[in-house]
Every structure is written in C-alpha cells, then in structure tokens.
C-alpha cells in the first residue's frame, strides 16, 4: 500500500465524522427556527406570561390599571424576537439533545452511555426548575422592591399629611411616577430566568464531573471557601442591584453547591463498590484514598531515603574539599 493510499484510509474516518456532525448541525438548526417560529407566532402571550410579576407588583402597590410602553416603533417587534430565541431553544433543546447524543453515543462504551444519558435527561429538567423558581419568586420579589423602593417617600408624605391634617394637594414640584419599558422590564425578567436556569445545572455539571473522574467529593469540600467567593461574585453580577435577590441567589446556589457534593459522594461510594465487587480493593478501602496512599509510600520509601542519603553524603563531601 502506497503512502498516498494509507493517508486517504485514515482521512476517511474523519471526513465521514465531519459529515455525521453537518446532518447533526442542520436538524439542530431546523428544529431551533421551528421553535422560534411557533413561539414567535404566540410572542404576545408569552409576553403577557413573563410580564405577570410586574403586573401583580403594580397591583399591589395601587395601580388599578398597569400599563407598559414603548417608545420606539421597531421595539416591541425586537422584544417578540428575543422572546421567541430564548424560547425557540427551550423547545428545541430536546432535539438539540438527542442530535448530541446520536453523534457522541457511537464513541461511548455501554456503561459509559447509561451514565451519560441521565445527566441528558436531567439537565432541561434542572434549567425549567431555575427557571420557574426565578419567574414565579425571585423577580415579582424583585419587582415589588423596586418599585415599593419609589413609592417609599409618597407614602410615607401621605402618613405625614393624615397626621399633620395638612391636605395632600401640592402647591408645586413633580410628580414621579413608573411608565415602564416592555424591552427593559422584559431584560431583567429575562436575566433572572437565565441567571437561575444555568445556575441550576451546577449539580448536574459537578456529577458528571464526578462520573467522569475530574471531581471528588474531598476536593468539593477543600474548595468550599473559594466557591463561596465565586457564588457571590456570580450572584453581584447576574441579578438586579439588590440585596435581596443577590442572597436568594447565593444561597439557592450554595445549597446546589453542597447537593452537589453529597452527589459526587454517592457517585463514589458507587465506584467503590464496583471496586470491591470486582476484587480491585478491600471492604475497608477506597479508590479515592489511593492518591493519598501513593503520596504517603512515597514519602516513606526507603528508595527516596537512600536518595537523600547519598546527596547529603554528597553535599558533606563537597563541604570537606
């Protein structure tokens, strides 16, 4: 066989690999502007739908009649636009899935597609339980600090003129009042829902990690302090410039964060009690304690002493001349 021929041998795979990841890519991409399509043909109702938070919050803070506006004639279109994107790709992630794991199944063994199945499955789950949890607590709490926080100094001069008997008629000065954008108001319901969406994958992204042997419980736990500090950067830069949500986003992340550890754990006593069926260690070990073994034997080695020996019989050698 000629050089040329061994080289059109081992291209062929990748070419047909690439081939394979075009057809992937395309249905991806259909089943996308599908999903786009048919949320954009029902934009103003799921516009309605995400704009309920700030609606109640108008409601409750006395305005019989919410209204929203906006102010230049190609914003609503681009707000519809957005909606259907976002939720184009909520309805299309299933096919997006299962394109993904049609391309990576080929290259897995069984164990490795029972293990990595699951995770595929719980992920969209995981994103629509953030989600939900942020549109239905997180931003009407958000919404209703907001604007209370405006509304905070007219009832409080309302209380001042009841008790002062002092009529509430101004002589002069403005009135301030909320004319809320439909694209701003939408942003930060969007931002939200994206925000906890993702940040609810973090237990199903650090066991995989821990299936996949590139995160331990021990180094979860060791770890625990910097991730506390990445959790409230995280929580000051996706949510609105309140205290509030930022604590209900860090704490909601860092008790994901220690669900994940307890996950990663199992996932390891999982590992050893293969280990143990299969003879590779004993009843009271873990594979999991052999990095700490191998450090140990190696600090203990007679080896490593006869090295330290000789180089200090060396070095006094050396000293002598």
């Known amino acids: 066989m000629s050089q040329t021929e061994e080289i059109e041998d081992s291209s062929a795979p990748l070419i047909e690999h690439l081939a394979e990841l075009r057809t992937r890519l395309i249905r991806s991409v259909m089943a996308f502007i599908v999903g786009m399509i048919i949320c954009f043909t029902f934009g103003s109702q799921i516009l309605d739908f995400l704009l309920i938070p700030i609606e109640e919050s108008m409601r409750g803070l006395g305005n019989e009649d919410p209204v929203m506006q906006y102010t230049a004639p190609q914003e609503y279109f681009f707000t519809l636009i957005r909606i259907s994107m976002v939720g184009g790709f909520m309805l299309a992630f299933p096919v997006i899935g299962f394109q993904l794991w049609r391309f990576v199944a080929p290259g897995l063994y069984r164990n490795e597609r029972g293990a990595f199945l699951p995770f595929l499955i719980a992920s969209p789950v995981m994103f629509l339980i953030g989600a939900a949890f942020a549109h239905l607590f997180v931003v009407p709490l958000a919404m209703t600090f907001f604007l209370g926080f405006a509304d905070l100094p007219s009832y409080l ?134 990095d700490d073994d191998e450090e140990e034997d190696e600090e203990e080695d007679p080896l490593f002493e006869d090295f330290a020996d000789e180089d200090a019989d060396e070095s006094d050698k050396d000293d002598k001349k």
């Open 157 to 290: 001069a309302a209380i001042v003129a009841d008790e002062s008997g002092v009529s509430d008629v101004k002589n002069g000065g403005i009135d301030i009042v909320f004319n809320g954008k439909v694209n701003e108001t939408l942003d930060i319901t969007l931002k939200m829902i994206m925000a906890f969406g993702l940040c609810f994958q973090l237990p199903v992204l650090l066991t995989l990690m821990g299936k996949a042997g590139l995160a331990s419980s021990r180094g979860l736990r060791s770890t625990r302090k910097y991730a506390i500090v990445a959790i409230l950067v995280v929580a000051a830069l996706v949510t609105p410039p309140d205290v509030i949500t930022q604590i209900i986003l860090f704490t909601v992340v860092y008790g994901l964060y220690e669900i994940s550890i307890a996950l990663v754990a199992y996932v390891e006593r999982q590992k050893d009690v293969a280990a143990r069926k299969e003879g590779i260690i004993g009843e009271d070990e873990s594979l999991f304690d052999l």
